[in-house]
């Protein structure tokens, strides 16, 4: 739960075939905020690519075996990492080095010796523009919340690690009462403002490690980890109540007030894997909602 709580951390994938020029790269980038992996064997790079994931790719040109250039253009050939930050770290900075270099894919280069501070600026902005790449993959615009794609990665991570913890993990689903008739009523600029005040309250009334998910239209997602059942029904139910209580304006100036229903399962004791878990809550959600709604059922 502490490491959650940290911001998080890039991954950098150093490939230089020189054990001490990784060695002073990973040094050189290490922080708080930037995770470095060191890679020496150029024929491993695909592989450790998929196990790695990572952010940005430094990588050295010359080489026994497959070049920089070489590793480059296989790497912008998988649909995959086709987006992936590709820096060369080179000794030759001619004109015909700086063409080839772009041809093969790369987004930038460093010049040997690489000097400390331009290696770290150049590496972060281009981490930054890494990290609001993902987010405006990942998230939903409107309510700031992960996209469904997104949320199932990381709901298998969190269940496999509660799986191998002996920790519960809650599962969430939750809808917006009435929706259909707050646009209708309303019209679908305060339809808009009801969703933005749910994303707003999932994202502040939860932890960092938990997972929040627009799951489509008025449904939301949110997975708890560590979470039991009484404790995730208390914080659904407070932030049930914190959406009852928000006063929103229709387009005509009018002002009304909205609820929402959720169905709630827990691992392991109502499923072990993510689709027998969204299944049960969507069906205990269904029964809220056919009991009348502005309830939890699970």
Known sequence: MVSARRPERSRVLVLDDDPEAVRALSAALTSQLVEVVGLEDPYRLVDVLAEQRPDLLLLDVEMPGPSGFDLCRIVRSMPE????????????????????????????????PVMREELRARVQSRLERARLARERAERDVLTGLLLRRPFLEGLRARLAEAQ???RPLSLGFLDVDRF??????????????????????????????????RWGGEEFVVALMGAPAEGARDILARTAAELARADF????????????????????????DVETLLRVADERLYRAKAQGGNRIEG
């Open 180 to 213: 259909k008739k707050v646009n209708d009523t309303h019209g679908h600029l305060a339809g808009d403002r009801v969703l933005m005040q749910m994303g707003r309250l999932l994202t502040s009334r939860f932890r960092k490690e938990d997972l929040r998910c």
């Open 164 to 166: 191998r913890t002996g």
């Open 81 to 112: 990492w086709q987006g992936l930050h590709i820096l060369f770290i080179t000794a030759h900075t001619g004109v015909e080095f700086r063409v080839a270099a772009f041809q093969a894919g790369a987004d930038d280069y460093l010049a040997k």
């Open 249 to 272: 304006e229709g387009d005509k100036g009018e002002h009304f007030r909205v609820t929402f229903s959720a169905g709630l399962a827990v691992a392991p004791q109502d499923g072990a």
